[in-house]
């Protein structure tokens, strides 16, 4: 079992940044790929950015150019950077975990974090 719990969201005007964070309590963990998803009022869960155990990442295409996600393995935490926020991001922001590849469908993924809001005003 892995318990993830998620903080660093809040109200950052547009074009600020923020940093998530997302503390996993499990061992074995850095074994797991790691991954952040975001889902608006009214609309879907969608992939926002994974990372493998080895480090390797991947990001949606609306992202991919202000976000960045790590991880420290000795801390069992991923991070995710998120820079030139806009209005469209604003969202509740949850980590997953999965053994195994990482995978972009929310399917896939076992373990959930509560999650953290994150609202971008314009």
């Known amino acids: 079992q892995v318990q993830l719990v998620e903080s660093g969201g809040g109200l950052v005007q547009a074009g600020g940044s923020l940093r998530l964070s997302c503390a996993a309590s499990?061992?074995?963990?850095?074994?797991?790929?790691m991954a952040w998803f975001r889902q608006a009022p009214g609309k879907e869960r969608e992939f926002v950015a994974g990372?493998?155990?080895?480090?390797?990442?991947y990001y949606a295409d609306s992202v991919k150019e202000w976000f960045t996600i790590s991880r420290d393995n000795a801390k069992n935490t991923v991070f995710l950077r998120m820079n030139s926020l806009k209005p469209e991001d604003t969202a509740v922001y949850y980590c997953?975990?999965?053994?195994?590849?990482?995978?972009?469908?929310?399917?896939?993924?076992?373990?959930w974090g509560q999650g953290t809001q994150v609202t971008v005003s314009s």
């Open positions: 997953a975990a999965k053994s195994g590849n990482l995978q972009v469908g929310a399917r896939e993924y076992h373990y």
């Open positions: 499990a061992q074995h963990s850095d074994t797991y790929a």
């Open positions: 990372i493998s155990w080895s480090g390797n990442t």
